[in-house]
């Protein structure tokens, strides 16, 4: 841990005199920074600063040519399971959900909410089962009245829901956070 570093836990990501260069050009020159335990951090530039070669030391998609990138300690490169179960990335263009190093799921934000719908069904009698619906990753309820947690836009839906019988009462986009943990079950 550095000396300049004012806090006595252990930074959750620790850049340290990180030099990038692609052919001629220089991306990144001697960069340090620090990010600690419940600290904010942002990158601000214009095009061509370095800010997305930064991430990708960060999250071990690119090794170091000179310099040291910690994340939790671990070097991300030589250890990307420890780093990426525990760390995501949320760029303006895509999303990647990433559980145990693995990526679940990766699209555009407003395609990964556009495909992830909680939809309410009532069905002409009571059942002790729901109906199956395609797209289905998790359902609750009971007798005549199903809320199911689906993959697919909501348009399908609605028409695989009235192929079985339904009447959709209601339909809502779910929250990056729901997809998550509903992705990594």
């Excluded at 920074?33 to 600063?49: D, K, Q, S, T």
């Excluded at 495909?115 to 002409?124: A, C, E, Q, W």
């Excluded at 619906?133 to 359902?139: D, I, K, M």
Aim: aromatic share 6%; net charge negative.
């Amino acid at each position: 841990m550095s000396d300049h570093f004012p806090f006595a836990a252990q930074p959750i990501i620790e850049v340290q005199r990180l030099t990038r260069q692609f052919d001629s050009k220089i991306a990144l020159n001697d960069l340090s920074l620090i990010v600690p335990r419940g600290g904010v951090f942002g990158l601000i530039g214009g095009n061509g600063a370095g800010k997305t070669t930064v991430i990708r030391h960060i999250l071990g998609m690119l090794k170091a040519q000179s310099g040291s990138v910690g994340v939790f300690g671990l070097d991300p490169v030589e250890n990307p399971v420890g780093v990426l179960g525990r760390i995501g990335y949320l760029s303006e263009d895509r999303v990647a959900i990433i559980h145990e190093g693995r990526i679940m799921l990766t699209a555009s934000m407003d395609e990964i909410k556009e495909s992830h719908r909680r939809m309410t069904l009532r069905f002409g009698k009571a059942m002790s089962q729901p109906p199956a619906l395609v797209g289905t990753l998790a359902c609750e309820g009971g007798g005549a009245e199903w809320t199911y947690v689906c993959n697919g836009e909501s348009e399908q839906l609605r028409r695989a829901a009235e192929a079985i019988g339904a009447t959709v009462v209601d339909d809502s986009a779910l929250s990056l956070d729901e997809i998550f943990v509903l992705r990594i079950q």
